[in-house]
């Protein structure tokens, strides 16, 4: 009786899901494409002062290919933190009065976020991020570059197509550059 037992319990604890897999680092990168969502919406990209304001814009450019590096520990189940790094890319404006002059600027961003996860079943899950970006932009014409902290949030899927491999796609947005970005993403568990 106690053999059989034994024999049981072995047999159910095979059974259950690993916590390795609901727990622990991981390690991710991505493509995808990017936006800037306010860029053309005024001459100056978004700067309604200074010297460009008054100028008519003859073409714009608010979109281009973004990459993004991420790293994590995932808690449970459920909740992750991660640790993130995204080039936005370069969007461009041309403008001017007189003659034709090319604006244009480039966005990275370094930040730490809360990641949600809501299983639905062994291998898929709908994730929601929230978390703060610290954004550097480069503007061409302005000189010095500005920089931002902003809110960082998105949502997406995760599908674990292997014990220790997932694919990502994620939609992200920043509050105060308006940026977003739409990407697939690889990811590897420790």
């Known amino acids: 009786m106690r053999t059989a037992l034994f024999a049981a319990l072995a047999c159910a604890c095979?059974?259950?899901?690993?916590?390795?897999?609901?727990?622990?680092?991981?390690?991710?990168g991505g493509l995808g494409q990017t936006k800037m969502t306010e860029w053309c919406d005024d001459t100056t990209?978004?700067?309604?002062?200074?010297?460009?304001?008054?100028?008519?814009?003859?073409?714009?450019?608010?979109?281009?290919?973004?990459?993004?590096v991420f790293?994590?520990?995932?808690?449970?189940?459920y909740i992750s933190a991660e640790?993130?790094?995204?080039?936005?890319?370069?969007?461009?404006?041309?403008?001017?009065?007189q003659g034709q002059r090319e604006l244009t600027a480039k966005q990275q961003s370094w930040g730490a976020a809360a990641l949600g996860s809501l299983p639905l079943g062994e291998s898929f899950a709908l994730l929601a991020k929230l978390g703060t970006l610290f954004t550097k932009q480069n503007?061409?014409?302005?000189?010095?570059?500005?920089?931002e902290t902003e809110i960082h949030y998105g949502l997406g899927a995760r599908y674990r197509?292997?014990?220790?491999?997932?694919?990502?796609?994620?939609?992200?947005?920043?509050?105060e550059l308006k940026l977003q970005m739409i990407s697939a993403s690889l990811e590897y568990r420790f």
């Open 14 to 28: 095979v059974a259950l899901p690993a916590p390795a897999q609901d727990r622990g680092a991981y390690l991710g």
């Open 45 to 68: 990209g978004g700067n309604t002062t200074g010297a460009f304001a008054p100028l008519a814009v003859f073409s714009c450019e608010d979109t281009d290919t973004g990459w993004k």
């Open 71 to 77: 790293g994590g520990y995932q808690f449970n189940r």
């Open 83 to 97: 640790a993130t790094y995204i080039n936005w890319g370069k969007v461009r404006a041309t403008f001017g009065a």
């Open 139 to 147: 503007v061409d014409v302005l000189g010095e570059p500005g920089a």
């Open 161 to 175: 197509f292997v014990h220790n491999g997932a694919v990502r796609v994620e939609w992200e947005a920043t509050s």
